[in-house]
């Protein structure tokens, strides 16, 4: 997503690529976090894609605290630079589960994802609170100090097994038994 400071910067964004053919809508974005006008909430994108049913309300959650706390603390320094090392900190995830190495553009430092996260829900605690999402938060750390995370599960399926046919099996399997 661009950086916008507001609505207004958001919806002359919108109308340029919008006459430029580009969209249509909003779903013709694919972004991580976008807006949802219809509803006047923010979609985390990222729920689409844990392996079982646990993780999306908990990611939802430390989504709730984190806007929780930049509403009441009325954080907007939305700045080019806070997104720089986006790409590659979004590759790193998504390659690396809580292993990844982050680098924060504003000030160069990097931190391990798992250290970051729990940095995080620590400093969410009030919020937490406030909001009844203490199990959540607490879930969630958990998870990150255990380092359980599901690229690390499809990565250790395809080492015992050597097929992705196989990891697809068990995916599928893992997530009937949940349901």
């Not at 923010?42 to 894609?49: A, G, H, N, Q």
């Not at 907007?76 to 809580?98: E, M, V």
């Not at 255990?146 to 690390?152: A, E, F, I, P, T």
Request: overall charge negative.
């Amino acid at each position: 997503m661009p950086t916008v400071r507001d609505w207004d910067e958001f919806t002359h964004y919108f109308k340029q690529m919008e006459q430029l053919g580009i969209v249509a809508s909003m779903k013709d974005f694919y972004w991580d976090i976008r807006p949802k006008p219809e509803y006047g909430t923010v979609e985390l994108r990222i729920c689409d894609t844990p392996l079982g049913l646990d993780m999306p309300p908990l990611l939802a959650g430390y989504l709730q605290m984190l806007a929780h706390r930049c509403l009441t603390e009325q954080w907007n320094d939305i700045t080019p630079q806070r997104t720089l090392a986006y790409s590659y900190n979004r590759f790193q995830a998504c390659r690396f589960g809580y292993d990844a190495l982050l680098v924060d553009a504003t000030d160069g430092r990097s931190a391990n994802l798992a250290e970051d996260l729990i940095a995080s829900l620590d400093s969410l605690t009030d919020q937490a609170r406030e909001l009844g999402l203490e199990d959540c938060r607490l879930a969630l750390r958990e998870r990150a100090q255990r380092r359980q995370s599901d690229s690390q599960w499809l990565r250790d399926r395809y080492r015992e097994s050597g097929s992705l046919s196989d990891v697809v099996r068990q995916q599928s399997q893992r997530w009937m038994n949940e349901t």
